[in-house]
Nanobody, 119 residues
Framework: QVQVVESGGGLVQAGGSLRLSCAASGSIRSINSMGWYRQAPGERELVATITSGGSTDYADSVKDRFTISRDNAKNTVYLQMNSLKPEDTAVYYC??????????????WGQGTQVTVSS
């Protein structure tokens, strides 16, 4: 089992920055990738991912503004968000993709953290 807990959301003015953190615990070695998703009213969308090998991927809407990174010693993934826009307002969720001892794929979600960008 893998558990993830997010922190770092809040209220910021447009053009400002925030850093979100996601701490993983449990079967850390079984994690293949971790990612950040967000949900405004509507569907949940992928924001950024980072694999166990360090490869990253971003949604087009956040490229060149957001950076995903990780600290293996702390089992923590970060999302640095710069040049924030009102349309970035959403609940941000961290997720970990991991494999069970039987090789089955699983996804663990955090509880979410609110990010509000005022204009």
């Amino acid at each position: 089992q893998v558990q993830v807990v997010e922190s770092g959301g809040g209220l910021v003015q447009a053009g400002g920055s925030l850093r979100l953190s996601c701490a993983a615990s449990g079967s850390i070695r079984s994690i293949n990738s971790m990612g950040w998703y967000r949900q405004a009213p509507g569907e949940r969308e992928l924001v950024a991912t980072i694999t166990s090998g360090g490869s990253t991927d971003y949604a087009d809407s956040v490229k060149d503004r957001f950076t995903i990174s990780r600290d293996n010693a702390k089992n923590t993934v970060y999302l640095q968000m710069n040049s924030l826009k009102p349309e970035d307002t959403a609940v941000y969720y961290c997720a970990a993709d991991w494999a069970s001892s039987w090789g089955l794929s699983n996804k663990s979600w955090g509880q979410g953290t609110q990010v509000t960008v005022s204009s």
